[in-house]
């Protein structure tokens, strides 16, 4: 069975550039996460989807982040601009289950940097 | 402010011997907590999680304590093996959280041969 998959997997913009990030999540997985890990530090979730509700974006920076989940499948995440302080490592996440304590499995990450 | 703590970054033991990570936490109300490992360029994989009614988890090589009193977690690796360098990550969550994982900085265990 495939894990989930994450693309780019690395990501190098000059700052006040928008980018895109994009995740598939392992079939049939109905929640999705999006976290955050910088240099050092353990992962910050950004925001959790159950199918396609976003029910937990409170550490979204809206201002210059957006995310959707449109069919409740695949995921994609922005950044528009882009801030130095935004390189870090983006990790996906999907669940089988909704309500929060299935295991989470992690796609590989995609690392931005911002120039 | 951090609830979920690490206070070593890395450690390094000899294999065959015993690898001790350790992990703090500050909030009352995270009753269920995981252990992650972490490859170089890959995602975070599950490997051992703790209810807080119990007070040790035993899969195999891997044990992890809890201490509710202390507010203390600590996952053991008997025998320690070359393969199992990586990075741990511990993460907490609690009941009604969403699933809202509230991950530590991660601790760097090097198993020498």
């Known amino acids: 069975e495939a894990g989930v998959v994450q693309s780019p997997r690395y990501k190098i913009i000059e700052k006040k550039q928008p980018v895109a990030f994009w995740c598939n999540p392992i079939?049939?997985?109905?929640?999705l996460y999006w976290y955050l890990q910088n240099l050092g530090q353990g992962p910050e979730l950004l925001i959790r989807?159950?199918?396609?509700?976003?029910?937990?974006d409170s550490q979204l920076p809206k201002d210059r982040f957006s995310a959707e989940r449109l069919k409740g499948v695949d995921s994609t995440l922005k950044i528009q601009p882009a801030e130095l302080g935004d390189s870090a490592v983006y990790l996906c996440?999907?669940?089988?289950?909704?309500?929060?304590?299935?295991?989470?499995?992690f796609g590989p990450g995609t690392r931005l940097t911002v120039l | 402010d951090q609830q979920v703590k690490q206070n070593s970054p890395s450690l390094s033991v000899q294999e065959g011997r015993i690898s001790i990570l350790n992990c703090d936490y500050t909030?009352?109300?995270?009753?269920?907590f995981l252990w992650y490992k972490k490859y170089p360029a890959e995602g975070p994989t599950f490997l051992i999680s703790?209810?807080?009614?119990?007070d040790k988890n035993e899969d195999g090589r891997f044990t992890v304590f809890l201490n509710k009193s202390a507010k203390h977690l600590s996952l053991h690796i008997v025998p320690s093996q070359p393969g199992d360098s990586a990075v741990y990550f511990c993460?907490?969550?609690?009941?009604?959280?969403?699933?809202?994982?509230?991950f530590g900085q991660g601790t760097t265990l090097q198993v020498k041969p």
């Open positions: 909030n009352s109300m995270f009753d269920y």
């Open positions: 989807y159950e199918n396609e509700e976003a029910v937990d």
């Open positions: 993460a907490a969550s609690w009941s009604g959280n969403t699933g809202k994982l509230i």
């Open positions: 079939s049939g997985h109905n929640t």
């Open positions: 996440a999907s669940a089988y289950g909704t309500g929060g304590l299935d295991e989470q499995f």
């Open positions: 703790i209810s807080s009614i119990k």
